[in-house]
């Protein structure tokens, strides 16, 4: 039982980190396009909104390593033997590749189908952002009106 409250409670720690920084990071990307986007409405060329898209893209990667590095921080600490295998491990769990040449140690084995799961999530939310950024880059190159949403 004491096995199962320590994987929990780290568990808990670990989705709850990486869902604030996944959260605010976001919002920051969010507020940084929105603002690159109404200030350049009447000069954004094609390859403006493509290096928009870029450098979003490569803000969003960033952000994911970024929750990977913390997880293999944890690994590294109480579970595995060097940073390489500590990152190798969470990059691979994360992405959900998962080939099972490096394994945790039973007291924490659960935790890696716990950050498949939130690496999934994770980047569901990601592309859920890029695909609104690429939708307000399209509505403004046809001119077509934003797409409003009406609460109710």
């Known amino acids: 039982m004491m096995t199962f409250a320590r994987q929990a409670g780290t568990a808990v720690f670990l989705v709850g980190l990486t869902l604030w920084i996944q959260c605010a990071g976001i919002a920051v990307l969010i507020r940084w396009a929105r603002a690159s986007i109404e200030q350049g ?8 909104a493509a290096v928009l898209m870029i450098r979003f893209s490569i803000w969003v990667i960033g952000l994911h390593f970024l929750q990977i590095f913390f997880w293999s921080v944890f690994y590294r600490l109480y579970c595995l033997p060097s940073w390489e295998s500590s990152f190798y491990f969470s990059a691979s769990s994360y992405s959900t590749v998962g ?9 924490f084995r659960l935790l890696g189908p716990i950050e498949s799961v939130t690496g999934i999530l994770m980047c569901g ?20 009106p934003p797409i409003q949403f009406v609460n109710k």
């Open 99 to 107: 080939y099972g040449d490096v394994i945790l140690p039973r007291v």
């Open 41 to 48: 409405v009447a000069r954004l060329s094609s390859l403006h």
């Open 125 to 144: 939310i990601s592309v859920s952002c890029l695909f609104a950024v690429a939708t307000r880059l399209v509505e403004r190159e046809s001119g077509a």
